[in-house]
T-cell receptor
Framework: AQSVTQLGSHVSVSEGALVLLRCNYSSSVPPYLFWYVQYPNQGLQLLLKYTSAATLVKGINGFEAEFKKSETSFHLTKPSAHMSDAAEYFCAVRGGNSGNTPLVFGKGTRLSVIA | GAVVSQHPSWVICKSGTSVKIECRSLDFQATTMFWYRQFPKQSLMLMATSNEGSKATYEQGVEKDKFLINHASLTLSTLTVTSAHPEDSSFYIC????????????FGQGTRLTVV
């Protein structure tokens, strides 16, 4: 079984400051890991994904995440926050690549960016 | 890139009526589609998984007779909320995979359903 824990339902940072959103996962098989962003009343947009290649994954909009197997973590970072980064962020895991295997989502972290 | 279109983006209906939500993969064949429900300020809850030409697999606690899912083609899946009640008001999101080596799912824009 797979599960995701996102630490902190709400994170607030100043514009230009470092963004760190935490995600820990549990998976009985080698996982695929994802970060998605959701703006109000919209679907989910993929930020980045880990697929067992490089452990440091770069995504869109300057975000990146590092897969640490020993810590079962996949934290999302961005060096300098922009106002447009304010949104809901979801970490998700898929155990295996079977077509029927759904994503399992964390509860989400709302990022606020203060001017 | 892979695009999933969901329609309508919002709908208001009266209690007791049925509402159909469409999910289309525009530039790939979606062998598997997933339907999620999202309550305000909460995460996505998987409702069901559907494969083209097969009956959907529903998650525990999801009423299959109330939430009818049809995946008749490789580019279209529909969710019909039958005899809708105010407690069915929610944000419904579909996602699709192409069944190949790409591990991620692509999401529609979501549908805001309000039952009055």
């Amino acid at each position: 079984a797979q599960s995701v824990t996102q630490l902190g339902s709400h994170v607030s940072v100043s514009e230009g400051a470092l963004v760190l959103l935490r995600c820990n996962y549990s998976s009985s098989v080698p996982p695929y890991l994802f970060w998605y962003v959701q703006y109000p009343n919209q679907g989910l947009q993929l930020l980045l994904k880990y697929t067992s290649a490089a452990t440091l994954v770069k995504g869109i909009n300057g975000f990146e995440a590092e897969f640490k197997k020993s810590e079962t973590s996949f934290h999302l970072t961005k060096p300098s926050a922009h106002m447009s980064d304010a949104a809901e962020y979801f970490c998700a895991v898929r155990g295996g690549n079977s077509g029927n295997t759904p994503l399992v989502f964390g509860k989400g972290t709302r990022l606020s960016v203060i001017a | 890139g892979a695009v999933v279109s969901q329609h309508p983006s919002w709908v208001i209906c009266k209690s007791g009526t049925s509402v159909k939500i469409e999910c289309r993969s525009l530039d790939f064949q979606a062998t598997t589609m997933f339907w999620y429900r999202q309550f305000p300020k909460q995460s996505l809850m998987l409702m069901a998984t559907s494969n083209e030409g097969s009956k959907a697999t529903y998650e525990q606690g999801v009423e299959k007779d109330k939430f009818l899912i049809n995946h008749a083609s490789l580019t279209l899946s529909t969710l019909t909320v039958t005899s809708a009640h105010p407690e069915d008001s929610s944000f419904y999101i579909c996602s699709a995979r192409d069944g190949g080596s790409v591990p991620e799912a692509f999401f529609g824009q979501g549908t805001r359903l309000t039952v009055v």
